[in-house]
């Protein structure tokens, strides 16, 4: 049994392109893959803040939050994300060319 509810997260990761994290995530192009997770708190009152790129069309930026509410636990997002990246090319956002 945990002697404390205090919970620590840190991750960070900055990889070349055609690393490990892009190959296993199916990245097309095989970008360079930064992160960076930094979280601090309690299993009753914890914060994080997320920082992910994954070239031009994948990444997130934002945090999370873990809070007790009753008898529950209530886990909130806030991330402003590209995911177009991982999409087929027929789901991918269209931009017509500019007419001359």
Known sequence: MPQTQALTLQAKLDEPESGIVAR???IPG???VKLD???KGTLDAFKANLAF???PTIGATGGAELKRDGTARRLSLDLKSR???WLPPMAAPYSPAPRH
């Open 24 to 26: 296993a995530a199916s």
């Open 30 to 32: 095989l970008p360079a």
């Open 37 to 39: 997770l930094d979280g």
């Open 53 to 55: 790129d994954a070239g």
């Open 83 to 85: 995911i177009e990246g």
